[in-house]
């Protein structure tokens, strides 16, 4: 779901990183969708080199994703292959979470796991190498200390296996034309046929062809080699045809070295994952009570332990005795008993059986993830327009259908004209949705209805908290400006009213990256669970 302000966020966030000539070009992405290399040049304005290098760093950095395409050639010319780009504005985004993947890493593997994960964020994708280069610099160990090295990889696997690290994706992958896969799919039947009728996008396909094999994905080896990723490709010279190389005008170095090593990086969708967990468990401590939170999280622990992938809408089911073995694992699970589990599990809306062999559960995700959505954008109704206003928006929320003006006074116990003037004011701002009934008989009459409807407003909500990050992020930037001589000063020269200054903008500066912490998860909310 990317909105108005969304592109300005991702567009700000790429100017605050790679400067405006990068940000230029993704702006052109995000906002006119896929492109060529030619109508990039068209639209930005900017030269080949301009477009090429802000291009290369797009592509490192894990924003851009290039595929190539056949496209027919003129009259009397063969097709040619094109290569198109596409901003990944979730990777942009992601972004401003990388503080919070810092921590989780951090927080499971230790400060060395955290080292190897940062530079992989701050330099997009690097391969083993690199990683061991770049821990040399950092730490200035001396060339020959294997043990050290031997650490390194060792941390680096841990990363692997949690698959809070994964292979890059395919720099350029080729997606056939779509009569051959007509032609494919006819042969398959007609349950094939329907499913290609439903298709995903071009880029939706281009992210599936690029995305490495799951076998391949988290495998390290040690003598890894794939063709160079990251390149920039040109429409490609008429004749090539569909199974050909897709030339490169990056290509005029080092033509003779087309295999590199293996490139990794972050994987944002397990990170994304564990802030999912932690968001669903925090909701049902806040809704119910600490057991609850606590057989939730040994639920989501159980399924990780197991390296099985949990699904959005819910976890993998566990049997109580495994679900038992993980709550008691945690020193705040001893106290609970089987009884305390299944009455937790209750709570969570499972429908208990018999107890027997075949005694399985699994947690709903979507329906919490759903509350806490409601919940969030109850409590800005609440805070923008009152308590009567709240109790308007909740009863229209739960009813899920159509009520008449005077069915929501009767029902809230506001008084009708009161009723009107906020109802109006919600609808005025894009929270509810409204309909006008007219009757004809003896006396012609309208009627006002009401109702909420969550999937434009969610939309709309969304849009209006990245435009508060954006605000939040300029401030931050505008404050950190605003003091600069001060910043640059040491920590002895900050004396009296440069003191104070100081301690000034270290406050705002704390109150401001903090709010817009909360904010990130609130938009995680909407647009990540």
């Known amino acids: 779901m990317v909105t108005r302000h969304g592109i300005k966020l991702a567009v700000y966030l790429i100017s605050s990183y790679f400067g405006d000539l990068v940000s230029k070009v993704c702006e052109c992405l995000l906002r006119r969708g896929t492109l060529s290399y030619a109508n990039i040049i068209r639209f930005t304005e900017l030269n080949k ?12 950095h ?63 994708r690097l391969s083993l190498n690199q990683i061991l280069d770049r821990h040399k610099e950092t730490s200035h160990q001396s060339e020959g200390n294997h043990t050290a090295q031997d650490a390194l990889q060792q941390h680096f696997s841990k990363l692997i296996n949690s698959r809070f690290v994964e292979r890059c994706p395919a720099h350029e992958p080729f997606l056939a034309p779509p009569v051959e896969e007509e032609t494919t799919v006819k042969k398959r039947g007609a349950k094939s046929a329907k499913v290609m009728e439903e298709s995903q996008t071009i880029e939706q396909r281009a992210l599936e062809a690029a995305a490495p094999m799951e076998a391949l994905r988290f495998l390290v080896e040690s003598h890894a080699e794939t ?18 190389k897709v030339g490169s005008e990056l290509d005029t170095e080092g033509a003779n070295k087309r295999k590199k090593e293996v490139l990794w ?4 969708e397990e990170f994304v994952r564990r802030l999912r967990h932690k968001a669903c468990i925090e909701n049902v401590r806040t809704r119910l009570d600490d057991g609850t939170a606590i057989v939730l999280r040994a639920i989501l622990d159980a399924t990780r332990s197991a390296e ?28 609970m008993t089987l009884e305390h589990v299944r009455a937790a599990l209750v709570q969570l809306g499972c429908h208990l059986p018999a107890i027997g062999i075949d005694e399985t559960y699994s947690i709903d995700l979507k329906s919490i993830i759903e509350l806490a959505q409601n919940e969030e954008v109850e409590s800005i109704v609440l ?40 109802l109006f004011k919600l609808w005025k701002d894009d929270y509810l ?97």
């Open 383 to 422: 805070r923008r327009y009152g308590r009567e206003a709240y109790r308007m928006f909740r009863l229209l929320s739960k009813a899920g259908h159509l009520l008449e003006t005077d069915k929501i006074s009767d029902s809230t116990f506001v008084e009708k004209k009161d009723t009107a003037k906020i």
């Open 227 to 244: 063709d160079d990723h990251g390149q920039v490709n040109e429409e490609n010279p008429t004749g090539m045809t569909a199974g050909e």
């Open 62 to 124: 894990n924003c851009v994703q290039a595929f190539a395409i056949q496209q027919d050639g003129g009259f009397g010319e063969a097709p040619k292959i094109v290569t198109q780009y596409m901003a990944l504005f979730d990777n942009i985004i992601h972004h401003m979470r990388f503080p919070k993947f810092l921590a989780i890493a951090s927080e499971e593997f230790g400060k060395e796991c955290e080292e190897i994960l940062e530079g992989l964020l701050q330099h997009g």
């Open 433 to 529: 949705h409204m309909e006008k009934v007219v009757t004809y008989g003896i006396k012609q009459s309208q009627f006002l209805l009401w109702k909420v409807n969550k999937r434009t407003l969610w939309e709309h909500v969304l849009d209006e908290m990245y435009h508060a990050a954006l605000n939040l992020r300029l401030r931050i930037a505008h404050e950190q400006e605003q003091e600069k001589e001060i910043l640059q000063l040491q920590r002895e020269q900050l004396v009296g009213e440069l003191a104070k200054r100081y301690r000034r903008w270290r406050k705002v500066r704390i109150v401001l990256e903090s709010s817009l912490m909360k904010l990130d998860d609130a938009i995680m909310l909407f647009h990540d669970f």
């Open 308 to 335: 099985v992938k949990v699904k959005l809408e819910e976890s993998v089911p566990l049997s109580m005795n495994t679900i038992f073995e993980e709550v008691i694992k945690n020193e705040e699970g001893r106290t």
């Open 265 to 268: 990086r972050a994987n944002f």
């Open 49 to 60: 080199v301009q477009v090429r290098n802000a291009l290369l760093v797009l592509i490192q």
